[in-house]
T-cell receptor, first 113, second 110 residues
Framework: DAGVIQSPRHEVTEMGQEVTLRCKPI?????LFWYRQTMMRGLELLIY????????DSGMPEDRFSAKMPNASFSTLKIQPSEPRDSAVYFC???????????FGSGTRLTVV | DAKTTQPPSMDCAEGRAANLPCNHS???????VYWYRQIHSQGPQYIIH???NNETNEMASLIITEDRKSSTLILPHATLRDTAVYYC???????????FGKGTMLLVSP
């Protein structure tokens, strides 16, 4: 099993541009989570899906952020337009049913200049 | 999530046991204690979890006090690669997501 796969590993973009982060969860896992990590705020949950359906997006900071999960093997987190304060490491994680043994990906380090 | 309290940092000599404490005095009877760690520049990694009984796996041991108000994660023979931030988390009963606090920064030195 290749684990949770995120792409790209690093992204540098200019303010105002659209950014799309991608995640492939572990096959068979029915929960998917998007977290953001910064020095100031630590690890924050942005949104999570169960069986491809968004369950709780209360952590999404603004309307500029959107997430989709078109099928069980793929999810995207989009920021449009991006701002410098969005610079962070974004992690995707998946889990089987409702247990808490999350498996995290390696993250995407986003820098908005 | 039930509130947990961890020391901000700890040191350990390589080869010695690392004992990381966690207080969770408001824990409910059916709430589990979970431990994760995050090595620099990597995603968090699940270590172990428990309810009442002590637990052991290939990574660590978890000791939960009888009143369940505190627990200790034990790395029996710490290595340099165990240097990481360790998070103790008690999710609410009924499904909720994991909320990560500040954790304990464990530094293992030669």
């Amino acid at each position: 099993d290749a684990g949770v796969i995120q792409s790209p590993r690093h992204e540098v973009t200019e303010m105002g541009q659209e950014v799309t982060l991608r995640c492939k969860p572990i096959s068979g896992h029915d929960y998917l989570f998007w977290y953001r990590q910064t020095m100031m705020r630590g690890l924050e949950l942005l949104i999570y899906f169960n069986n491809n359906v968004p369950i709780d997006d209360s952590g999404m900071p603004e309307d500029r952020f959107s997430a989709k999960m078109p099928n069980a093997s793929f999810s995207t987190l989009k920021i449009q337009p991006s701002e410098p304060r969005d610079s962070a490491v974004y992690f995707c994680a998946s889990s089987f049913r409702s247990n808490y043994g999350y498996t995290f990906g390696s993250g995407t380090r986003l820098t908005v200049v | 999530d039930a509130k947990t309290t961890q020391p901000p940092s700890m040191d350990c000599a390589e080869g010695r046991a690392a004992n990381l404490p966690c207080n969770h005095s408001t824990i409910s009877g059916n709430e589990y204690v979970y431990w994760y760690r995050q090595i620099h520049s990597q995603g968090p990694q699940y270590i172990i979890h428990g309810l009442k009984n002590n637990e052991t796996n290939e990574m660590a041991s978890l000791i939960i006090t009888e009143d369940r108000k505190s627990s200790t994660l034990i790395l029996p023979h710490a290595t340099l690669r165990d240097t990481a931030v360790y998070y103790c988390i008690v999710p609410n009963s009924g499904y909720s997501t994991l909320t990560f606090g500040k954790g304990t920064m464990l530094l293992v030195s030669p």
